[in-house]
């Protein structure tokens, strides 16, 4: 995954704030300074933003419930 896609998909950042703080070199990869936005992380890597580690956000699951007798589908 490109690093500043990695920041905007794990922080409230935009992809074009977290370009912009890529640039200003508020971003470490392993410990170090990255400012190519489109460098490609490898497996495991510890994002720090502004000294905060950034942490892969997990797939989210919904459940609804629908009433008794009420149809949800196209056809019955």
């Given at each position: 995954?490109?690093?500043d896609?990695?920041?905007?998909?794990?922080?409230?950042?935009?992809?074009?704030?977290?370009?912009?703080?890529?640039?200003?070199?508020?971003?470490?990869?392993?410990?170090?300074?990255?400012?190519?936005?489109g460098?490609?992380?490898?497996?495991?890597?510890?994002?720090?933003?502004?000294?905060?580690?950034?942490?892969?956000?997990?797939?989210?699951?919904?459940?609804?419930?629908?009433?008794?007798?009420?149809?949800?589908?196209?056809?019955?």
């Open positions: 995954m490109r690093l896609q990695f920041i905007s998909t794990n922080s409230p950042l935009s992809r074009k704030e977290a370009r912009r703080a890529i640039h200003a070199s508020n971003v470490e990869v392993n410990g170090e300074v990255w400012k190519d936005t460098k490609h992380l490898p497996t495991g890597a510890q994002v720090l933003l502004e000294g905060q580690q950034l942490t892969v956000q997990g797939e989210r699951y919904l459940m609804l419930n629908k009433p008794a007798g009420i149809v949800s589908a196209t056809h019955d």
